[in-house]
């Protein structure tokens, strides 16, 4: 798992997408990827995150506020997502994932 410091798309904010999967008209902004070891910092406030997966070619975000930093050393992040959720069963199958902390100029998208 990483954990990328930026934004991502919204789903919904717009119904057609480029070659890869990005939605068009949405702006993509710089993200930075961040030592785990330091990430804690970020996360442990408890901001709503965006959880990116992808499985053959499909990429999927969900947003994400049951989280905790359950280690330190190595870094462990536990979340909550449902069973009944799209993206456990994409995280189940491929076991990787991006958490991605959104910027303040994504904070109305995201939370709502």
């Keep these: 798992m990483s954990a990328g410091v930026g934004d991502t798309s919204v789903p919904g904010v717009c119904e057609s997408r480029d070659r890869i999967g990005h939605p068009r008209g949405v702006?993509?902004?710089?993200?930075?990827?961040l030592p785990l070891s330091k990430v804690y910092r970020l996360l442990e406030p408890g901001p709503v995150v965006l959880v990116t997966t992808?499985?053959?070619?499909?990429a999927n975000i969900m947003t994400l506020s049951w989280h905790t930093?359950?280690?330190f050393e190595p870094p462990l992040v536990g979340c909550v997502i449902s069973n009944r959720n799209y993206s456990f069963d994409?995280?189940?199958a491929t076991r990787e994932c991006v958490i991605?902390?959104?910027g303040v100029e994504l904070a109305k998208q995201v939370v709502g």
């Design 27 to 33: 702006p993509r902004l710089k993200k930075r990827t």
């Design 54 to 58: 992808a499985r053959k070619g499909q």
């Design 69 to 71: 930093m359950v280690e």
């Design 90 to 92: 994409t995280l189940k």
């Design 100 to 102: 991605n902390i959104p």
